[in-house]
C-alpha cells in the first residue's frame, strides 16, 4: 500500500491527511494550532506541522507529501536564510493605503491586465510596499520573498537558516506553484511569469522570488533529517509544488470546469475552475491560476458564518434551532432583508460599513424571521460573487457548497433557492489537505488521481427571486 501526505497550513491550524494512493481511503490524521493575530513567527507554522505530523503518525511509511496554505502572507528572508520579522498575513489589513497607492501609479486596469487582479490589502505586494515605507530598514535586508507554503516546503526539504537546516539557507531553492504565485500581485498567470517590475515597485529593490513548478512537478525530495522535536523525517519522500488553499480545495474537491465552489467559512469565497485567465478591473474578481494547470477566479466576502454565529447568539439559542427558526418563515422572510455587513465589507468594497436590519415590520419581525433573513443574507452575499464570476466569462453548471453551515439543512434548502443553478453539498472534510495529497499523488505517479467525493445532500432546486430581489433593492454602492 503506497501512502501520501497532504498539508492545510491555515489560518488557525495544521491538518494533515494521509491517504492510500490508489483508492484515496483516508489512512490516518492530524493537527496542531496556529497562534492567533494577523502577523505570526513563521517558526510557529513549523513548530505546528511537525506537531501535525507526529499527531498523524509520522512520514516514515509515507511516499510523497505536499504543503497547501494560506495565501498571500509576507515571509520575507535574509541572505542567512533568516526571518527579517513576523510574516503578515492575508487578513492583516494595514497594507490597504499601499494597495491604493498601487493602483494610482500603475492604474487598476492595468495592473488586472499584468496580474490579473487589482491588489488589495491582502495581497503580497501591498504588504511589501508597507515594509518598504514603514519599516525600511526591514526591508532594505530582504533578499528573498516567500509565501508560507513556500517556506514550509523550502523548510521539509532540509532548507533554512544557518544551524538549525541539514542543507542551510539556499534561497535558490525556495519553490512555489502557480496558484500562490497568482495571489502576490506581481506574477502573470496569462504570462506564467514574474513582473520584476511589479515587485521592485512594492519593495524598492529586487530579491529571489521562488520557482513557479507545474502542476505535477516534483520539488525534489527529502533528505533525511531529525526536527527539534524528534520528529524523524525520512530521506527520499518526493515532495510536491504545494498550492495555495483555495486552489487546494478545488483540487481536493476534484472540481472542473462549469463547477462554482461556495464556501463558508470564517469569511466567504465563490471560485470557480475555468481553462482561459481572466481579468476583472472594477476589482471584485481576483483572476487567480489553479493547482491543475488551468485558472480560478476567485470573489471573497468578510461575513460568512459569522452572520449565523452573531444571529444564534442575539436570539440565544444554537445553530441547529437557528436553522430549525429559518425553515418556519417564508422565502423572502416576509420582506425582513439582513445586510450582514458585520466586519465591513470586502465585496462589495464598504470597509467601514455595519450591517442593516430593512423591512422590520410587525408581521415580519418575529425570531423565524430573524433567523431567516440571516440565512438568505449569507447566501444572498455569496450569490453576489457567483453574478461577479459570470461576469468574467464563467458559465456555472454545479455549486458545491462547503464548510461547516453547508451541513445545516436551512443553508442547504436557502441555497437551492437562492442559486438558480443545482447545489450539491460534498461530505464535510480537509479539502485543502486533500488537493495537497492529490498533488503528492500526481507527482509520485505522474497521473493525477480521481478520488471519489461523497456527497451529503442535493437540494432540490426551487429558485426563488424575490429572496434577491429584496436583497438587491437594499444595496449600498461603494463610494
Not at 509515507?62 to 536564510?81: K, P, T, Y
Not at 433567523?371 to 453576489?384: H, K, T, Y
Amino acid at each position: 500500500m503506497t501512502l501520501v501526505a497532504g498539508i492545510d497550513s491555515s489560518t488557525q491550524s495544521c491538518k494533515v491527511v494521509v491517504r492510500e494512493v490508489e483508492s484515496g481511503a483516508l489512512v490516518r490524521e492530524g493537527r496542531a494550532a496556529h497562534p492567533s493575530g494577523t502577523e505570526v513567527d513563521p517558526a510557529a507554522w513549523w513548530e505546528a506541522l511537525v506537531a501535525a505530523l507526529e499527531a498523524a503518525g509520522g512520514l516514515d511509511d509515507v511516499a510523497a507529501i505536499a504543503i497547501a496554505g494560506q495565501q498571500h502572507g509576507m515571509v520575507v528572508l535574509d541572505e542567512a536564510g533568516d526571518v527579517v520579522r513576523p510574516a503578515l498575513l492575508w487578513n492583516d489589513t494595514r497594507s490597504a493605503g499601499a494597495a491604493r497607492e498601487l493602483i494610482e501609479e500603475f492604474g487598476a486596469e492595468a495592473l488586472a491586465e499584468r496580474t490579473g487582479s487589482v491588489p488589495v490589502a491582502s495581497f503580497t505586494a501591498t504588504k511589501l510596499r508597507w515594509l518598504r515605507d514603514a519599516e525600511p530598514e526591514a526591508a532594505a535586508r530582504v533578499a528573498a520573498v516567500a509565501l508560507p507554503h513556500d517556506w514550509l516546503t523550502w523548510r521539509l526539504r532540509g532548507y533554512g537558516p544557518a544551524g538549525s537546516s541539514p542543507l542551510g539557507p539556499v534561497l535558490e531553492e525556495l519553490v512555489t506553484d502557480r496558484s500562490d504565485a497568482s495571489g502576490t500581485s506581481y506574477w502573470s498567470p496569462g504570462a506564467e511569469a514574474y513582473d520584476r517590475e511589479l515587485l521592485v515597485a512594492a519593495l524598492g529593490h529586487d530579491a529571489v522570488l521562488p520557482r513557479v513548478l507545474g502542476p505535477a512537478e516534483s520539488a525534489g525530495e527529502t533528505v533525511g533529517f531529525e526536527a527539534a522535536s524528534g520528529l524523524r523525517i525520512p530521506a527520499g519522500i518526493v515532495v510536491g509544488a504545494g498550492a495555495g488553499d483555495n486552489a487546494g480545495a478545488a483540487l481536493g474537491l476534484g472540481a472542473s470546469e462549469g463547477d462554482v465552489v461556495v464556501s463558508i467559512g470564517t469569511s466567504g469565497t465563490v471560485f470557480a475552475v475555468t481553462g482561459a485567465p481572466s481579468a476583472d478591473p472594477t476589482g471584485t474578481v481576483a483572476g487567480f491560476a489553479d493547482a491543475s494547470g488551468a485558472f480560478l477566479p476567485l470573489v471573497a466576502t468578510l461575513n460568512a458564518a459569522r452572520v449565523l454565529d452573531s444571529t444564534a447568539a442575539l436570539l440565544g439559542i444554537d445553530h441547529t434551532a437557528l436553522g430549525e427558526l429559518a425553515l418556519g418563515a417564508e422565502p423572502g422572510s416576509g420582506g425582513l432583508v439582513l445586510q450582514p455587513y458585520f466586519e465591513g465589507e470586502r465585496t462589495p468594497n464598504l470597509p467601514e460599513a455595519t450591517a442593516t436590519l430593512f423591512g422590520m415590520t410587525l408581521a415580519s419581525t418575529t425570531r423565524e424571521g430573524l433567523a431567516r433573513a440571516a440565512v438568505e443574507g449569507l447566501l444572498c452575499g455569496l450569490a453576489d460573487g457567483l453574478d461577479a464570476v459570470r461576469r468574467v466569462g464563467v458559465e456555472p453548471r454545479r455549486i458545491l457548497l462547503i464548510g461547516g453551515a453547508a451541513l445545516n439543512p436551512a443553508v442547504q434548502a436557502v441555497a437551492a433557492q437562492v442559486f438558480d443553478v443545482p447545489v450539491t453539498v460534498p461530505s464535510p472534510g480537509e479539502y485543502v489537505a486533500d488537493g495537497a495529497a492529490t498533488q503528492a499523488a500526481w507527482a509520485l505517479t505522474g497521473t493525477r488521481p480521481a478520488w471519489p467525493v461523497a456527497v451529503v445532500a442535493e437540494p432540490q432546486p426551487d429558485h426563488r427571486p424575490i429572496i434577491r430581489e429584496q436583497y438587491a433593492a437594499r444595496a449600498v454602492t461603494p463610494r
